[in-house]
């Protein structure tokens, strides 16, 4: 039995909103994206997105140090979707349409 997703911390959704926008972003980028964060909340938020698979680390082939994230593929998200509780799935829907 799959687990239900019911929770994502707050900025989440702002993160899977900024990537449905852009193809990959770094951490940084991210954190310079979405206003009145901080570095700590980002990478709590992506760690979180990361074990859920809603978005994927590809690696930065300029900056080995640094790692670009991406929205999961519509394959993998598939997948994912029906595990997520109404509300959390409305939310990430919502984002994936209206990103700015």
Known sequence: MN??????????IDIIGKLSNNDIMTRDELLDSIPETNS??????????LE???IL???NLEDMRTVN?????????S??????SNDLLTR???????HD
């Open 3 to 12: 687990k239900i997703i019911s929770k994502l911390p707050h900025y989440s």
């Open 40 to 49: 700590k909340t980002i990478r709590y938020a992506l760690r979180r997105l």
């Open 52 to 54: 859920n698979k809603l």
């Open 57 to 59: 680390q590809v690696p």
């Open 69 to 77: 994230y991406a929205l999961a593929t519509p394959e993998l998200l």
């Open 79 to 84: 997948d994912i979707l029906p595990q997520l």
């Open 92 to 98: 990430v829907l919502d984002a994936l349409e209206n």
